[in-house]
């Protein structure tokens, strides 16, 4: 059994245009293999993926070096472990499982669906972004309103949500960065304060008010808004414009999913599987550790990407392709084990139950008006970063 290969060809300029080349030949090559780039041992193959999720009490998520607490101004439940993390997560658990959304949050969720198919509207045709004017304000109004907000407009969140990411990938130690952390940090502080004396007064179904209400101690709802506001806008709205693009590579799934509107949650969960848009977590192992034939001493630094475990053709067949119709199998995109994504239920909700199918209900014809492959970005977070489309015709129009 020998240590993790060291590997030059892991190149972070290709990962960010496309990173599935460099995946498949690492988990055929190098599935545990040693990247100085990301100064971490990248972890490919789908078992070992979720071998490295499962076993949390070798691999911790306590990471050294780890930016976020500087970031959020304390530890977060992403790098917590065992009884500390189970404590916050179980009260965070609870206004974010699927019965309580359904039904406290369906009807939010839909007209501000309504509200910004309407700004699509607008733009017209020639003009429309669906990134712009529909999926990042959406995603970013749902989750201020499922978190309690309701003096700060979607741009304001999408705004800080942005800052806190920002600080999260500051490894250069940029003080410009971080003089804007800081600045956004206080504002969502003194926003949540505000939420905060609202609920405490008056409860209601919110994500702040739930915590409250369970007891749990201010610092610690701070770390939790805040976490989910740096982690539940980019990856919604990622889904949304990346489904209209593989729809679109895919008329025949397309038409069946027109004739069959159940599937839009087996829509977003393969679009999942085909492009994470969260592609890696990173652990640190607390003892020596063997995956792949490799040895992981103790205090190696992993990074666990789900990105490549999700097309591992071990696990499924012809894994590069968006394929609604593959047998179901679960993916690896929300994490797995005991981080696992809590904000799973808001996004199949919100996108599946919600978004996708209102947009497709209200424009006839709708595609997109460029084919160009360099709106795809990201290895850490993946997804179009702007998606200009076209229709038909309006159904929500008068005209
Ligand atoms: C399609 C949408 C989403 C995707 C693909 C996604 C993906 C993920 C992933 C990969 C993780 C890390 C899992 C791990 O380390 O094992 C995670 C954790 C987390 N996500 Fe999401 N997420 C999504 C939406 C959301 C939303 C809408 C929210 C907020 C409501 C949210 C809040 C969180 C939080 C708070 C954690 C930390 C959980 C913990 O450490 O216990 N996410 N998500």
């Not at 190098?30 to 100085?36: D, K, R, S």
């Not at 404590?87 to 839909?110: G, I, Q, V």
């Not at 429309?128 to 995603?139: I, M, Y």
């Not at 012809?318 to 239920?345: E, I, T, Y």
């Amino acid at each position: 059994m020998g240590a993790a290969p060291a590997i030059d060809w892991f190149d972070i300029g290709k990962m960010i245009v496309d990173p599935y080349p460099t995946f498949e030949r690492m988990r055929r090559e190098a599935p545990v293999a040693w990247v100085a780039a990301m100064k971490a041992n990248v972890i490919t193959r789908y078992d070992d993926v979720y071998f490295v999720e499962q076993k949390r009490e070798v691999f911790s998520a306590n990471v050294e070096g780890n930016l976020m607490p500087r970031v959020m101004g304390r530890a977060t439940l992403l790098n917590m472990d065992g009884e500390e993390h189970m404590r916050e997560r179980r009260l965070l658990n609870a206004p974010l499982r699927p019965k309580h959304l359904k039904e406290h949050w369906t009807e939010t969720f839909k007209r501000n669906t309504s509200e910004f198919l309407e700004s699509l509207a607008e733009k017209g045709p020639d003009q429309a972004d669906l990134n712009r004017d529909f999926a990042a304000p959406l995603a970013a109004k749902n989750l201020a309103d499922l978190l309690g907000f309701r003096d700060e407009n979607a741009n304001q969140l999408a705004s800080w949500s942005a800052d806190l990411i920002a600080g999260l990938g500051n490894v250069r130690n940029d003080p410009a960065i971080w003089a804007r952390v800081e600045e956004s940090r206080e504002s969502i502080d003194e926003a949540i304060d505000r939420v905060v004396a609202r609920v405490t007064k008056q409860p209601d179904a919110s994500v702040t008010s739930g915590l409250v209400s369970a007891g749990m101690e201010l610092d610690a709802v701070k770390s939790a808004i805040k976490l989910s506001l740096s982690g539940g806008i980019n990856e919604p709205q990622h889904a949304i414009t990346g489904i209209v693009w593989a729809l679109e590579e895919n008329p025949d799934q397309l038409a069946m999913v027109m004739a069959n509107p159940e599937l839009w949650q087996d829509v977003l969960d393969e679009y999942l599987r085909w492009m994470s848009p969260i592609g890696f977590a990173p652990r640190i192992t607390l003892s020596d550790v063997e995956l792949s034939g490799t040895l992981l001493p103790r205090g190696s630094l992993v990074a666990n990407m789900f990105g490549a475990a999700n097309r591992d053709e071990r696990r499924y067949e012809n894994a590069a392709k968006f394929d609604v119709r593959r047998p179901k199998q679960s993916h690896l995109a929300f994490g797995s084990g005991p981080h696992v994504c809590v904000g799973m239920w808001t996004a199949k909700l919100s996108v599946a139950g919600v978004a996708m199918p209102m947009l497709y209900e209200r424009f006839d014809g709708l595609r997109r008006r460029s084919d160009d492959s360099s709106l795809w970005n990201g290895f850490f977070f993946r997804g179009l970063t702007s998606l200009p489309v076209a229709w038909d015709r309006d159904r929500g129009s008068r005209a």
